[in-house]
């Protein structure tokens, strides 16, 4: 049964830094792409970060390229966001979404609430 546990979320102020990780499991990690998303309330969800399996390759959405890192250990199945110098617009829930033989599994979500 393929899961996807996403952690790290939580209320941090503006400038503040958070680590999200997701953690995989009943699926071969290494054969997936990985990427994050985030919905804010009364928004659509927007692609963040992606991943190839390997790591070899990362995009990022233009709202956060140069304050967001993904990446990934595939020794312990799972993968990163680390959200650098944080902006109240980053204030949504974040799901990690794992890309294997076509089909997307999801993630529950964390909240990431940036305010002071």
């Known amino acids: 049964q393929v899961q996807l546990v996403e952690s790290g979320g939580g209320l941090v102020q503006p400038g503040g830094s958070l680590r999200l990780s997701c953690a995989a499991s009943g699926f071969t990690f290494s054969n997936a792409a990985m990427n994050w998303y985030r919905q804010a309330p009364g928004k659509e969800r927007e692609l963040v970060a992606l991943?190839?399996?390997?790591?070899?390759?990362?995009n990022y959405a233009d709202s956060v390229k140069g304050r967001f890192t993904i990446s990934r250990d595939n020794a312990k199945n799972t993968v990163y966001l680390q959200m650098n110098s944080l902006k109240p617009e980053d204030t949504a829930v974040y799901s990690c979404?794992?890309?294997?033989?076509?089909?997307?599994?999801w993630g529950q979500g964390t909240q990431v609430t940036v305010a002071s």
């Open positions: 991943i190839t399996t390997s790591g070899g390759f990362t």
């Open positions: 979404k794992a890309i294997l033989a076509r089909v997307a599994y």
